[in-house]
């Protein structure tokens, strides 16, 4: 079975950091994995995504200040969020490639900036 489960959200004042975390069944370079992040009464929006050969994509409304990565060895997603923002409010959620377009969704952890 396949299993996402993030951790890592909280509040923070406007400029801080946060580091999300992404605890993923199975081994995290064999497929994509992404963050999207969905606010109230908006749509999802993915904001990076993390191929299996290593490449990385980041939404124009985060890059340069929030960073995808991951650990192997830990089977673990990281998504490190510099310079928040009160726009950065909203629930993200790990999501991984299944193959086919489907995307298998964790149930997310809520980031709030004020």
């Known amino acids: 079975d396949v299993q996402l489960v993030e951790s890592g959200g909280g509040s923070v004042q406007a400029g801080g950091s946060l580091r999300l975390s992404c605890k993923v069944s199975?081994?995290?370079?064999?497929?994509?994995l992404a963050w999207f992040r969905q606010a109230p009464g908006k749509e999802r929006e993915g904001i990076a995504v993390l191929r299996a050969h290593g490449s990385t994509t980041y939404a124009d409304s985060v890059k340069g200040r929030f960073t995808i990565s991951r650990d192997s060895a830990k089977n673990t997603l990281y998504l490190q969020m510099n310079g928040l923002k009160p726009e950065d409010t909203a629930v993200y959620h790990c999501?991984?490639?299944?193959?086919?377009?489907?995307?298998?969704w964790g149930q997310g952890t809520q980031v709030t900036v004020s």
């Open positions: 999501v991984r490639d299944l193959g086919g377009g489907n995307w298998y």
């Open positions: 199975g081994d995290t370079s064999r497929y994509s």
